[in-house]
T-cell receptor, first 117, second 114 residues
């Protein structure tokens, strides 16, 4: 399967612990996105990378959240000092785009479901 | 600012009958509009997209949507529902200004009764 993969698929943690999620995009895709989806809602944008550069961050991304994409390949999303409100599905998507293109189809991974007890 | 409103949180139809999922958008710029489908335990899948070409857009699995600028609508339709269409559907907008993020609606859960 050459789609977007995410690991782990499920994570249960206690409040105050740190967690890290990984996303492996489609290999030729230069853009990578993180979204968060809470129960009964649509996904909400968190952050976006083009190659290794983090170009945009949502106000939802508090200082407890950090994302990296070293070498422009896989990405990690870390949440420090987790809170119960962080419980959600964290989705990763990737796409290929050039500087002149505004639209590019985003391909989504299956997500990581985080439960904070 | 951009936003999408999905007018129905749940829609239930009988197998073989038409499907209509309603979506209205708000955007200050010329938008790109999409419908994504999410089956349980599976990733979001693109059904169709509108990017300022033809206003009637055909997608996968027999779905289509019509962009109506005067009504700021982008409703999703299918002539005949199949049991496998049962899923969550999201209307999505992307501004045509270089911003890459997608803005999702809150979703419509489609149930298909036998």
């Amino acid at each position: 399967d050459t789609g977007v993969s995410q690991d782990p698929r499920h994570k249960i943690t206690k409040r105050g612990q740190n967690v890290t999620f990984r996303c492996d995009p489609i290999s030729e895709h230069n853009r990578l996105y993180w979204y968060r989806q809470t129960l009964g809602q649509g996904p909400e944008f968190l952050t976006y990378f083009q190659n290794e550069a983090q170009l945009e961050k949502s106000r939802l991304l508090s200082d407890r959240f950090s994302a990296e994409r070293p070498k422009g390949s896989f990405s990690t999303l870390e949440i420090q000092r987790t809170e119960q409100g962080d419980s959600a599905m964290y989705l990763c998507a990737s796409s290929f785009g050039t500087s002149g293109s505004s639209y590019n189809e985003q391909f989504f991974g299956p997500g990581t479901r985080l439960t904070v007890l | 600012a951009q936003s999408v409103t999905q007018l129905d949180s749940h829609v239930s139809v009988s197998e073989g009958t038409p499907v209509l999922l309603r979506c209205n958008y708000s955007s200050s710029y010329s938008p790109s509009l999409f419908w994504y489908v999410q089956h349980p335990n599976k990733g979001l899948q693109l059904l169709l997209k509108y990017t300022s070409a033809a206003t009637l857009v055909k997608g996968i699995n027999g779905f289509e949507a019509e962009f109506k600028k005067s009504e700021t609508s982008f409703h999703l339709t299918k002539p005949s529902a199949h049991m496998s269409d049962a899923a969550e559907y999201f209307c999505v907008v992307s501004m045509d200004t270089g911003r890459r993020a997608l803005t999702f609606g809150s979703g419509t859960r489609l149930q298909v009764q036998p």
